[in-house]
């Protein structure tokens, strides 16, 4: 191969690798009009009643304690602006945390599935990413099986004696691994490998991710960690207040 | 990005128009490109871009611009469609998912439109507007509007320890990237906190009402396009035969 062959070689690999590590994200979120009717409608069907139980077990908190709504806002607007921002990271690139995981278990998985919705509509309705009919997907990967996964490995660790650090990461890690996972998984719903079915589909969608969201969910294990080691230290009094109110 | 487009959205010549018209026919629009043909996609795809750039007079780079993302975007990910591996890792195209994959585009960049003309064209307060006509329960609607006020202002805030952490010459090490959150998080605890002591000595009671101002004038000129235009493109979906 003689060295310009190679050079084009190497600068369409960079550019692909570019496009494909910064819409990493994106990529967890369906993009708009990508599900055919049948499964927006299937997978709208399975979000909404989680989505009416988190509502349900929001208003009966803030109904005690109005102020609450402040600070549900509050952490979905935080979600929202650290998925939006580009925030100097590993290799150089930048990548967006989902923050879900340290949502969940700040907050609980129920106020995350209401929270983390709300963030998904300003994304459609801000930055044009992700989409409403896609909502009900996306929903059920990032804000429902995601603060599920977190809070039940964060459940779970409590009662073990594993170091507390370690479950936080944990949990932040496989939440977003669960998440692309799931979205994996209604991706090879909607379309079946001609040859081999929805499991080799699934197999594929989730080698091809894995690329990009392995050292992603590491990266936000580790930030979650370190953020949760800052909190533990110098906002202990906030921490315990939440812990009070929610 | 995310300030550009809410700047467009207050200042663009579709703005008077009443929000629920523009809600409705986006989201009439949406659901004819989900049901309708590819005919009927490649029509809203052109006659939308006309009432974005045109109309709405949003500046063409912005509507190119965020176009080609949104096709780069697509390009990475149809590939994977039309290219299937066997369990013996045979790599092979597929020739029937072609079309399938041509079909997705056309569907993707027309819901997109969609998508694109409501958020350039609404202000996001007046879409929580539509959305109380709509008898959506108040609390999404507060959450909504609550968190809207607060994005602005956490980016600035991002926006500022960034600029603070750089003029330390910060370094891109992720332990910067986790100190930036973490202050991040302190600021927004004190926000918070002043605005929760604001709003109780206000007499905060659960309940957060805000006024809308009422008197958008009618336009019947968009109206009678935007009707004359949906029943064409229905119309041409019927012709063409095959709805769903």
Redo the contacts between chains.
Sequence with gaps: MNKWKLALLVCCLSIYFTFSSSTSTFAMHIMEGFLPVKWVIFWWIIFLPFFILGLRSLLRVTRKNPELKLLMALSGAFTFVLSALKIPSVTGSSSHPTGVGLGAVLFGPLAMTVMGSIVLLFQALLLAHGGLTTLGANAVSMAVVGPLVAYGIYCFGMKTSISQRLIIFLAAFFSDLATYVVTSFQLALAFPDATGGISASFLKFVGIFAITQIPLALTEGLLTVIVWNFLCTYSRHELEQLRKGV | ??NR??TIAYNNRLRKVPPEQKVFFSFLL?LI???GNRDMQTVIIIWLAVWIVWYARVSWQVYVK?LLL?S???C??LP??I?????SFHI?V?S??IS?VIT?CF??????S???F??VTTP?TE?LYTLKRMKV?S??I??????????F???RA?DELHVAMKARSG????????????Q???K??L??EA??FA??ARS???E?TYVQKEGDVLCKRYLFEAIIGVVMIVLLGVIGGEL?
């Design positions: 990005m995310m487009f809410d949406l490109v989900m049901l965020a949104v780069a975007f697509l990475v990910s994977l469609l290219v299937s591996i066997d369990h092979s597929n029937s998912n399938l997705l569907r993707s960049i027309a819901a997109w969609c998508l694109f409501l958020l996001f879409f329960p609390i999404i507060e959450l909504l509007f609550l968190t809207y006020r607060f994005v202002v956490f980016a991002a370094g891109n090490h992720w332990r910067h990237a986790a100190m930036l959150i973490f991040l998080i302190q927004t605890w926000y918070y605005l929760s709003l109780r905060f009671s659960g957060i769903l």
